[in-house]
């Protein structure tokens, strides 16, 4: 079990606006950034937001990120048939002393 | 451009031990925190530790599960970073994953371990 929740799977058709939820606690998210990656099977991560919610250069606009008290959420505006991918957040956990990450949400494009 | 390769992969068997390599590039690595991460086959990703620069300290830090079999090291003059495992066992399976800084920024494309007997 994770210790910051994600739905396991997400969906939506071309266009729409999708949002993936990450729940943390006040050890983690509550007092640091969160990160958010997607992830094609067979190929590793790639940040799309980094510190809550910057993007790096090359990420497009229609991916955003947003963070609130323990939990954060990455948005996908417009969205398209190569979203289709795994998308998993992250952050830091001052208890543990270690990363932790979100379990993954697969996001299907009907 | 940031550039992490991984190398050292393999079939290995239950309590045998495995060193991982990670050369960085593209980057001023003596200033880097480097960690590593692994994916079980089908499974989300896992972090498994990261040492930070020396100039931070060098403090290591290890995910539970492995804490006391793996060892993480750096070799500045190298820019490397090794990840050694010790007393293996089948729930290590997966792809190792070098990154940067932690949380990373930067990942390599993996090396796959497979623990079995």
């Known amino acids: 079990q994770s210790v910051l929740t994600q739905p396991p799977s997400a969906s939506g058709t071309p266009g729409q606006r999708v949002t993936i939820s990450c729940s943390g606690s006040?050890?983690?998210?509550?007092?640091?950034?969160v990160y958010w990656y997607q992830q094609f099977p067979g190929t590793a991560p790639k940040v799309l937001i980094w510190?809550?919610?910057q993007r790096p250069p090359g990420v497009p606009d229609r991916f955003s990120g947003s963070k609130s008290g323990t939990s954060a959420s990455l948005t996908i505006s417009g969205l398209r048939s190569e979203d289709e991918a795994d998308y998993y957040c992250t952050a830091w956990d001052d208890s543990l002393r270690g990363a932790v990450f979100g379990g993954g949400t697969q996001l299907t494009v009907l | 451009e940031v550039q992490l390769v991984e190398s050292g992969g393999g079939l290995v068997k239950p309590g045998k031990s495995l060193r991982l390599s990670c050369a960085a590039s593209g980057f001023i690595f003596n200033d880097a925190w480097m960690s590593w991460v692994r994916q079980a086959p089908g499974k989300g990703l896992e972090w498994v530790g990261r040492?930070?620069?020396?100039?931070?300290?060098?403090?290591?830090a290890y995910a539970a599960p492995v804490k006391g079999r793996f060892t993480i090291s750096r070799d500045d003059s190298k820019n490397m970073v090794y990840l050694e495992m010790n007393s293996l066992q089948t729930d290590d399976t997966a792809v190792y994953f070098c990154?940067?800084?932690?949380?990373?920024?930067?990942w390599g494309q993996g090396t796959l371990v497979i623990v079995s007997s």
């Open positions: 510190r809550n919610n």
């Open positions: 006040s050890s983690n998210i509550g007092v640091n950034y």
């Open positions: 040492i930070k620069s020396e100039t931070d300290g060098g403090t290591i």
């Open positions: 990154a940067t800084p932690t949380p990373p920024r930067y």
